[in-house]
Each structure stands twice: as structure tokens, then as C-alpha cells.
T-cell receptor, first 112, second 120 residues
Framework: QSVLTQPPSVSGAPGQRVTISCTGSSSNIGAGYDVHWYQQLPGTAPKVLIYSNNNRPSGVPDRFSGSKSGTSASLAITGLQAEDEADYYC????????????FGTGTKVTVL | QVQLVESGGGLVKPGGSLRLSCAASGFTFSDYYMNWIRQAPGKGLEWISYISTSGRIIYYADSVKGRFTISRDNAKNSLYLQMNSLRAEDTAVYYCARSYYGSGSYLVYWGQGTLATVSS
């Protein structure tokens, strides 16, 4: 039922660059609402990785970066490391959901 | 430091009820919107409910509307989720999370989650 679509999985070798797309519509990303990204390590709660499209909270490595264009957004991980293996979710606001946020479908990143 | 600690999960039969609690500390609870997010086993995140600072503005996802009730007690720094008429598909880890500011904003802090299992 999510209105934000992500690829189910992406993979890369250590040191490589991977990107995760998040495709929305005119009622969420395309309407100009911010996109945020969360990382969920196995067995733990999600934590915010990128907020407001391209901002990193303190403590998040600069290997992680976000961008937004039109009705889509992307998360890039450069210099992929073993500890980056996790699930990643995008999130935005959707005007059709009475003020609620909405999550993407989630992407599993595997480090080969 | 900010802490959110959920409790109240457990095993319940279909049609039964559970009341989840979330104890907040380390910030002025009454200043922030609060949220319940759930994650079914092996599945993605679902935003099921939020409540405004005063409790006057409330949202429920269609999947839980009419069965779940969110509430807060600002004097006790606590958030609640009363879950009635539970179904097998409500089996999930339930997280409480604090918004950065208003509704739909990003979730700055999350609890560790509490597992609710609905099964006969």
C-alpha cells in the first residue's frame, strides 16, 4: 500500500558506489515535499540517515548522500562497506493521507 | 539523552485487545507530535497513527481505523496505542517515534519496538 516505490534489492562490492531510487507522485515528492532516508540494521529500529533531501545528522558518514528531482529521490552510498548491509527506506509527506508521512517499500543492500 | 521505551506487546488471540505504551524521556514530550509505526515480520514499515502535541489532531491508517486508538498523557510523558479487534495481519513490531516537528515530518527518534503477535 506504499505510495513510494523502491527497488527490492541492490548489491555491490566493498568500495563500490550504489544508488537506491525512490519513486513517488504529484501528491508527495512531486509536490515538493521533503524526502528522508532511514537505515535499518538487522534486528534494530530504523534510524534517520538523511533528512530533508540531502542533510546528514551528526555521526552519519559523508559516504551517504541524498538527492531529489521531480517525483523521485535517490540515496547514494559511496565506498560501500560491510557495515552498510541493511534495509533502507525513503519517507515523505503525502497530501492525500491527511497529514501523515509515508514510507517507501524498502531496499535491501547487500555487500558482496 | 532521548529515550523512547515501548511496552505492552505479547501474544493475543484474534479478536482480542492489547494496550501498548511508550515512555518518553530526555525531551519536552508535550512539544512534539508522536507516532506509531509498525513492521510485520519480514515486511516494510507502515505508518499507522500520529497524534498532535495537544492530542486534538489524530490520524489513523485505513488498516487500523475504527480498531486502534492513539492517546497521550503529557503529564506522564507517555504515548499509548489501544488495539482492539486484533487480526492475524496486525502481528508486527510496533515502534513509537518522535517527529522532528509536525505531522509527516521525519522521525528523529525511535523506540526499540515491542512485538505484538496475534494468533490462536
Amino acid at each position: 500500500q506504499s505510495v513510494l516505490t523502491q527497488p527490492p534489492s541492490v548489491s555491490g562490492a566493498p568500495g563500490q558506489r550504489v544508488t537506491i531510487s525512490c519513486t513517488g507522485s504529484s501528491s508527495n515528492i512531486g509536490a515538493g515535499y521533503d524526502v528522508h532516508w532511514y537505515q535499518q540494521l538487522p534486528g534494530t529500529a530504523p534510524k534517520v540517515l538523511i533528512y530533508s533531501n540531502n542533510n546528514r545528522p551528526s555521526g552519519v558518514p559523508d559516504r551517504f548522500s541524498g538527492s531529489k528531482s521531480g517525483t523521485s529521490a535517490s540515496l547514494a552510498i559511496t565506498g560501500l562497506q560491510a557495515e552498510d548491509e541493511a534495509d533502507y527506506y525513503c519517507q515523505s509527506y503525502d497530501s492525500s493521507l491527511r497529514g501523515s508521512g509515508v514510507f517507501g517499500t524498502g531496499t535491501k543492500v547487500t555487500v558482496l | 539523552q532521548v529515550q523512547l521505551v515501548e511496552s505492552g506487546g505479547g501474544l493475543v488471540k484474534p479478536g482480542g485487545s492489547l494496550r501498548l505504551s511508550c515512555a518518553a524521556s530526555g525531551f519536552t514530550f508535550s512539544d512534539y507530535y508522536m507516532n506509531w509505526i509498525r513492521q510485520a515480520p519480514g515486511k516494510g514499515l507502515e505508518w499507522i497513527s500520529y497524534i498532535s502535541t495537544s492530542g486534538r489532531i489524530i490520524y489513523y491508517a485505513d488498516s487500523v481505523k475504527g480498531r486502534f486508538t492513539i492517546s497521550r498523557d503529557n503529564a506522564k510523558n507517555s504515548l499509548y496505542l489501544q488495539m482492539n479487534s486484533l487480526r492475524a495481519e496486525d502481528t508486527a513490531v510496533y515502534y513509537c517515534a518522535r517527529s522532528y516537528y509536525g505531522s509527516g515530518s521525519y522521525l528523529v527518534y525511535w523506540g526499540q519496538g515491542t512485538l505484538a503477535t496475534v494468533s490462536s
